[in-house]
T-cell receptor, first 117, second 113 residues
Framework: GALVYQYPRRTICKSGTSMRMECQAVGFQATSVAWYRQSPQKTFELIAL?????????EQNFTQEKFPISHPNLSFSSMTVLNAYLEDRGLYLC?????????????FGHGTKLSVL | QQKVQQSPESLSVPEGGMASLNCTSS?????YFWWYRQHSGEGPKALMSIFSDGDKKEGRFTAHLNKASLHVSLHIRDSQPSDSALYFC?????????????FGAGTRLAVCP
């Protein structure tokens, strides 16, 4: 079956430091990856959309300078939160789409929970 | 205002009962809907999609879409304690528009044994 692994599961960083999270697709080709942030109140914000061999599209209020993303192949994507502050807290979710399947279902990982001190 | 609104915020049903969740879009561009379920400590998992008017049934789950009113509902028959989770409605402007999946704020379902 299709699975998405995200790591680390949770991380704590000091205010102003950076942390990197990774997303691994297993059992399918992740042609497209969406990075979301889920707030402590459980609402979702789309950060950016990444398609292999295409430019990464960031949503309003999110920038490459703050959330650089790498999507080098069909099974791996990573995102870094640079200079993290309190407002960056939340659960960062990687959702991947199977390019071989016309179904647009997104397969999500467990997420990386970011806490900022 | 959120473009995808869900109600109720929380819902409690007895085991074996029927749970009904609602979702409305305020953006007429949103025509395609998904229901996702998220258990505590996990990422959301897609339950089912509905793109056409009417009902769509998958096992104990039935989704209903009314495109004219942009209202979609999810009904869970014979609810089980394992159905206790956060349920999210997600919408996109068109099929194939992977790039604009917008989530609602969620409904927390508790199924009591």
């Amino acid at each position: 079956g299709a699975l998405v692994y995200q790591y680390p599961r949770r991380t704590i960083c000091k205010s102003g430091t950076s942390m990197r999270m990774e997303c691994q697709a297993v059992g399918f080709q992740a042609t497209s990856v969406a990075w979301y942030r889920q707030s402590p109140q459980k609402t979702f914000e789309l950060i950016a959309l990444s398609t292999v061999n295409s430019a990464i599209k960031y949503e309003q209020n999110f920038t490459q300078e703050k959330f650089p993303i790498s999507h080098p192949n069909l099974s791996f994507s990573s995102m870094t939160v640079l200079n993290a502050y309190l407002e960056d807290r939340g659960l960062y979710l990687c959702g991947a789409r199977d390019g071989a399947n016309s179904n647009e279902r997104l397969f999500f990982g467990h997420g990386t929970k970011l806490s900022v001190l | 205002q959120q473009k995808v609104q869900q109600s109720p915020e929380s819902l409690s049903v007895p085991e074996g009962g029927m749970a009904s969740l609602n979702c409305t879009s305020s953006d007429r561009n949103f025509q395609y809907f998904w229901w996702y379920r998220q258990h505590s400590g996990e990422g959301p998992k897609a339950l089912m999609s509905i793109f056409s008017d009417g009902d769509k049934k998958e096992g104990r789950f039935t989704a209903h879409l009314n495109k004219a009113s942009l209202h979609v509902s999810l009904h869970i028959r014979d609810s089980q304690p394992s159905d206790s989770a956060l349920y999210f409605c997600a919408a996109s402007p068109q099929s194939g528009s992977f790039n604009k999946l917008t989530f609602g704020a969620g409904t927390r379902l508790a199924v009591c044994p």
